[in-house]
């Protein structure tokens, strides 16, 4: 059985264990191969791919988030490189290492999984506003935690919580699923529930200093975020080709002219993920914020402008009721978007005319 046939065999009311469950198929068939320092371009063919099959959408967020936001922190760790050019000194460095080793080493197998935390209520996508913080007592971390949206959060191992340092750097720390003192809560979101998500809370909660995993996240955070916008981008041109094959068999007297302009952007969108991919995999200082934005953000608000030419909004949603995760928090609203659309925007008037 592949992939695609393990997800068109799990009954409609089981999302939940979904990803847990589809992990051998999604390692045997390469989708953790970028976590290790595989293809980008590899892997977000793959997630195109996925955009089309059953659950796709949930279990395709599900690896954005392992692949880009968890799996980049354990790789970094694993190799050793931690970002402490700017702490006084590394907290039992080496042991730190092997616990990254070893999560990456399960994770890129397909034998675990570990939630990223960083977003909090009310933070407002900004890193300054986060007040998950943690300070070193006795030879201990001692960690406060509120974090409300981790993907991945029902059936991960641990956590890597984003936490304010005293010295007001961004950290991460490492934080098993069993700690004592930490209370979980999990959630479904209205769209893709494949990819679960929890709440944290926790007070004063003691971990050792091997935990201390990654020090000024701050220096990552935009980077991280929009490798992860990159491989949503992927996915939602899976999602379309699925919707337009869907559209055309069931609704035979869809207009061609609509559909076409949907192809074409489509495509567009597509082959400059593509091509951004590859320079992610041949310069490793390759910098998201150099491309972005790329043209997704208005990528998304043309499509559906033409699907809802084609059906009403509600009969889309009924027909496609995933395609509302796209839209419910639309990237172009976001902090990183307005500041690099305004660098490109100044960029352009500065430029002299011939």
């Keep these: 059985m592949n992939l695609k046939e393990f997800l068109s065999s799990i009954p409609p009311y089981e999302y939940r264990t979904v990803f847990k469950d589809a992990l051998p198929y999604l390692a045997e068939e390469g989708y953790f191969e970028a976590i290790v320092g595989g293809s980008f371009e590899a892997f977000h063919k793959k997630i195109f791919q996925l955009g089309s099959y059953p659950r796709g959408i949930g279990l395709g967020i599900a690896m954005m988030a392992q692949t880009n936001v968890a799996g980049r922190i354990l790789k970094f760790v694993s190799d050793g490189f931690l970002n402490e050019n700017k702490t006084p000194r590394v907290f039992r460095r080496e042991e730190t290492i092997a616990i990254g080793a070893k999560l990456l080493k399960d994770v890129s197998s397909g034998k675990d999984i570990i939630s990223m935390g960083v977003s909090e209520s009310g933070w407002k996508g900004r890193i300054s506003n986060i007040t998950t913080k943690y300070r070193i007592e006795n030879n201990q971390i001692i960690l406060n935690v509120s974090k409300s949206f981790l993907t991945n959060g029902a059936n991960c191992s641990g956590f890597l919580i984003v936490a304010k340092s005293p010295s007001e750097t961004f950290d991460v720390i490492y934080v098993a699923r069993d700690l004592y003192g930490l209370e979980l809560e999990i959630f479904d979101l209205e769209y893709a529930k494949e990819a679960t998500h929890c709440k944290l809370k926790g007070n004063d909660l003691s971990l050792p200093l091997k935990n201390l995993f990654f020090f000024n996240y701050q220096d990552f955070a935009p980077e991280i975020h929009l490798s992860e916008m990159l491989s949503a981008s992927a996915l939602f041109c899976g999602y379309t080709n699925l919707i337009l094959k869907t559209l055309l068999k069931e609704k035979?007297?869809?207009?061609?002219?609509?559909?076409?302009?949907?192809?074409?952007?489509?495509?567009?969108?597509?082959?400059?993920?593509?091509?951004?991919?590859?320079?992610?995999?041949?310069?490793?200082?390759?910098?998201?914020?150099?491309?972005?934005?790329?043209?997704?953000?208005?990528?998304?608000?043309?499509?559906?402008?033409?699907?809802?030419?084609?059906?009403?909004?509600?009969?889309?949603?009924?027909?496609?009721?995933?395609?509302?995760?796209?839209?419910?928090?639309?990237?172009?609203?976001?902090?990183?978007?307005?500041?690099?659309?305004?660098?490109?925007?100044?960029?352009?008037?500065?430029?002299?005319?011939?």
Aim: glycine share 4%.
């Design 252 to 354: 035979r007297d869809s207009d061609p002219k609509s559909i076409g302009k949907i192809i074409d952007i489509q495509q567009l969108l597509y082959s400059k993920v593509l091509d951004i991919s590859r320079q992610k995999d041949q310069d490793p200082n390759f910098r998201m914020e150099w491309v972005h934005p790329y043209g997704y953000e208005t990528a998304l608000d043309l499509i559906y402008s033409w699907l809802t030419d084609l059906v009403s909004g509600v009969e889309l949603a009924n027909m496609f009721p995933d395609i509302g995760l796209f839209y419910s928090i639309h990237p172009g609203k976001t902090p990183i978007y307005q500041k690099n659309i305004l660098k490109k925007i100044r960029s352009l008037k500065n430029t002299p005319t011939k």
